[in-house]
């Protein structure tokens, strides 16, 4: 089963809200329904929004809405992730174009599965027998429609018969580390703990081989977003002289921005940091921010993992805007 997928002209997601409790598919057949789907996280994940976003205008041109007006509304849904933007584009280009809707959207679905595939083919050449790898958020099946980006490597590596362990950050407020990130690698039986998002840096220095994350946006420069909590991963990562590597396909570049200062941080409800399963747990009266991303500079990443190998942030021209 895909994360997000097309079936009986229904946008089909796994309800990640639902994770790892239960698993729920949800189906959608409008294209503000989808924008919704991306808004709430029924789906997240760069990747899989683009997916999702890519069924959106999928909808909206088999129930004959105007797919500039549907691409406005889709892009609407969350600032950050370029994969919307990137989805949106080339679906209007296609749709213009006159390709068949179903198969554009379908097109763009598997091209993701397929980068992915490939991205876990050059990182698994980075991780070596017994290494212990860090990782940050959920980056693997569900956030990326199929493989992962972050995880990739990491199921390739266990397939191929390297011992490994992971560290899975918790990731808070909304857990996508300890809920996703753990329950995807407890499937495929890899070894791994959950650690406290604050804790990571006691446990590098204990002793981490590489972290690896995924990006929601990659810049021109080389400076990324990804989720909240990965800025300073990266920075004792630098001081420790850990390996810092981002995986991410060509979606997740967005190289006409020149820097990560000019990356849009989506800023999230307090309710997510004061409130669990509907129970307020802070004082009241006490306020609560909640940036969903940060952004990491360039001079802390080793290299991006990509579907054209491993790339130094000074080669990230070559990712191209294909």
């Not at 997928?5 to 946008?11: C, I, Q």
């Amino acid at each position: 089963m895909r994360a997000v997928w097309f079936e009986g002209r229904e946008a089909k997601m796994i309800d990640q809200r639902r994770l790892p409790y239960d698993i729920v598919v949800a189906g959608f057949r409008d294209h503000n329904e989808v924008a919704e789907a991306i808004r709430n996280m029924t789906t997240r994940g760069a990747p899989s929004i683009g997916a999702a976003a890519a069924y959106g205008m999928c909808l909206a041109a088999l129930n004959k809405k105007d797919i500039d007006d549907a691409a406005r509304t889709i892009k609407a849904a969350r600032p950050t992730a370029n994969d919307l933007f990137y989805a949106v584009d080339k679906m209007l280009t296609e749709l213009k174009k006159g390709t068949d809707p179903i198969k554009a959207a379908d097109g763009y679905a598997q091209d993701i599965v397929d980068k992915c595939t490939a991205i876990g083919k050059y990182g698994a050449a980075l991780i070596n027998d017994n290494d212990i790898i860090m990782t940050h958020c959920n980056a693997g099946a569900l956030a990326t429609v199929d493989v992962g980006t972050a995880l990739a490597p990491i199921r390739k590596a266990w397939a191929d018969g390297k011992k490994i362990f992971v560290y899975a950050s918790e990731t808070r407020p909304r857990l996508q580390g300890m809920q996703l990130t753990a329950w995807e690698l407890s499937q495929e039986r890899i070894p791994h703990a959950i650690i406290p998002d604050g804790a990571s840096g006691h446990f590098m220095k204990k002793g981490v081989n590489m972290i690896i994350t995924g990006a929601d946006r990659i810049v021109a420069n080389g400076d990324f977003a990804n989720k909240i909590g990965t800025y300073e991963k990266a920075v004792i990562a630098k001081e420790l002289k850990i390996p810092f590597y981002v995986a991410a396909p060509v979606s997740t570049f967005d190289l006409r921005t020149t820097n990560g200062d000019n990356i849009e941080i989506e800023e999230r409800s307090e309710d997510e940091v004061t409130m669990i399963n509907g129970m307020r747990i802070a004082p009241v009266g006490s306020k609560a921010l909640n940036p969903s991303f940060d952004v990491t500079p360039s001079k802390y990443v080793t290299g991006f993992i990509t579907e054209k190998g491993i790339l130094r942030p000074s080669e990230i021209h070559r990712m191209g805007t294909k």
